[in-house]
């Protein structure tokens, strides 16, 4: 037995001062677990800190962050040229390497965040070059594999994606959306099975530090499902996490019979037992309003001929949910512009209509731009509302890409986090990572400040849209595990629940809410035992 005492316990619900468990779980709260603390095998002096539910991200890409680091660092670099320095500097240094994979370059340190093979070519000229924006729903490459891919002049835009061209015709070096960039992206060899998993076991040792338990891997497709598996057979899949497979526009009729074997095989697998789920079924409604491809119900501001770009049409979403749904799968829908956010709230409003009753989790994910007409409809459809909360600041991205694409009216919209909460909505909260920062303190700051963390604007951006510090742990620790269907065993500490824990140095409900993400994360449990 464990008792964790000498601090505040956050359990959720209210505050108390102890807390114990054994074989995983939580047997005692408050002074109950106090007075267990003489028969303990171990007392963990809190030091004044608080122990609170340990963190869920609700939408992240563990895989793709892991195989970042085994590739050129190009994340946060301050222009192109730096970022094709930093590429030729890694490709001299793996001369063996036949594709150079990477990412997350900054889509906004380029003009309409659109970037040319040239800048690649001076660095690598000779072997074909691929990074991946940290949006990852845009790639820039470089020449040569431009020209194994067959791309020129000629080749027409693709259905579900967009070459980025010159002024002359000629393919620039950035491709849109997944139309565009499979057709790079389907010839880079498959990574090593060692690797794959060696990324898995870096992200979850990311995740512990930060707090981390639980995860929504938000991009599955059927051959991962293999990895994540056989890092559960190895001792490396060191978090929780559930699967949310990939639905393909053009595949999901053949899915509707892969998908069950892909849950059952997880389901069997003694090794992943009580860390593994494949419960869920992604679907992209659209793109990213930085790139011009999130589904719009009005034109672009900087683009008056186009709306972007729908993954699925409005009808083919609906019936791909519903009939996913009637398998007893939760969905998980890309959601980013006010009309990909509305056809997913239609298709959730049609499943409820058409298929039986049963308690269902939907989530849409992102949650970015919302129509007013719209809100009132995440809680009539039971709609979890999941946010990134870091990206609800005033960065470049922002500033430079996303406003000007929409206007400042619409901008004014964006993630109404304390809006739907007020609306009765279930709030989660995740990360996106790689894309953004995996570490949920940062993300918090953020949602209780809407600045920058130079503090920018002091007022905040949407103030009205700022929550609590309590509302916004909430949505990573409670909302992540309603999300989930473990809120019965996750989220909050109540007796019989799992010990998934986190000890904090400071209460972020205590602290001026700038300082944040200056706490430190001193220990995370899992099912009771210490993990980092």
């Known amino acids: 037995m464990t008792v964790w005492t000498g601090g505040t ?38 030091d004044g800190g608080l122990l609170m539910p340990s963190f869920g991200d ?48 900054d889509p906004a340190i380029a003009p309409r965040g659109e970037f040319d093979a040239r800048v690649l070519d001076a660095a690598v000229p000779d072997r074909p070059v691929v990074l991946r924006a940290y949006d990852y ?39 849109r959306e997944w139309g565009a960039v499979d057709l790079v992206l389907d010839l880079i060899p498959a990574e090593a099975a060692g690797d794959r ?18 995860y929504q891997d938000a991009w599955v497709d059927p051959e991962t499902v293999g990895v994540y598996l056989e890092a559960a057979r190895r001792g490396t899949l060191l978090t929780r996490a559930d699967l949310a497979l990939r639905a393909d526009p053009e595949e999901w009729r053949d899915q509707l019979s892969l998908f069950p074997e892909l849950r059952e095989r997880v389901g069997a697998e003694p090794a992943a037992a009580e860390l ?21 119900l009005e034109p672009y501001a900087d683009c008056p001929h186009s709306r ?14 519903a009939a996913f749904d009637r398998l007893g799968f939760e969905v998980h829908i890309h959601a980013i512009g006010d009309a990909g956010i509305r056809n997913a709230l239609d298709a959730l409003e049609e499943t409820a209509r058409t298929n039986p009753p049963r308690p269902r989790r939907p989530v849409i994910a992102h949650t970015q731009l919302v129509d007013p007409a719209d809100l009132e409809r995440f809680a009539r459809v039971g709609a979890v509302a999941n946010f990134e909360p870091y990206w609800a600041q005033l960065d470049p991205l922002q500033v430079d890409l996303t406003i000007p ?79 989930a269907g473990a809120e019965h065993r996750r989220g909050t500490l109540r007796v019989g629940a799992d010990a998934d824990l986190l000890w904090l140095d400071r209460d972020p409900r205590a602290v001026d809410p700038m300082k944040i993400a200056a706490i430190t994360e001193r220990g995370t449990w899992l099912a009771g035992r210490r993990a980092v």
């Not at 047997?27 to 028969?39: C, I, Q, S, T, Y």
């Not at 869920?280 to 589904?295: L, M, Q, Y």
């Open 9 to 46: 316990v956050w359990t959720g619900e209210g505050d108390t001062g102890a807390l114990a468990a054994a074989q995983g779980r939580i047997v005692a709260v408050g002074a109950e677990a106090e007075a267990l603390a003489g028969k303990a095998a171990e007392v963990v002096d809190l």
């Open 137 to 175: 729903h845009t790639v820039w490459v470089n020449s040569e594999a431009l020209r194994r891919a067959g791309i020129t002049a000629d080749t027409p835009d693709p259905d579900g994606g967009t070459i980025v061209r010159r002024a002359d015709g000629t393919p620039m070096g950035t491709l």
């Open 276 to 296: 593994l789920t494949a419960r869920t079924v992604k679907f992209f409604a659209d793109g990213v309003i930085e790139g011009g491809t999130a589904a719009l």
């Open 405 to 483: 694409r929409l206007g400042e009216g619409r901008a004014a919209l964006q993630y109404p986090m304390a809006t739907l909460l007020r609306g009765g909505t279930r709030l989660s909260f995740g990360s996106d990572w790689p894309v953004s920062t995996e570490r949920p303190l940062d993300g918090i700051q953020v949602a209780v400040t809407r600045r920058t963390f130079e503090g920018d604007p002091a007022e905040g951006w949407i103030p009205e849209e700022r929550l609590t510090a309590e509302q916004a742990l909430t949505a990573y620790t409670a909302g992540s595990a309603y999300q």
């Open 308 to 321: 972007g770009m729908p993954v699925w049409p409005g009808a083919a979403l609906a019936e791909a949910v």
């Open 58 to 105: 609700g939408h992240a890409h563990p895989l793709f962050g892991g195989l970042e680091f085994q590739g050129p660092p190009v994340r946060d670099l301050a222009d192109p040229e730096q970022v094709a320095a930093a590429v030729g500097r890694w490709a001299a240094e793996h001369p063996g390497a036949e594709w150079i994979v990477g990412g997350s370059y």
């Open 197 to 214: 998993i060696r990324a898995l076991a870096d992200a979850g040792r990311r995740y512990l530090r930060s707090g981390i338990t639980w």
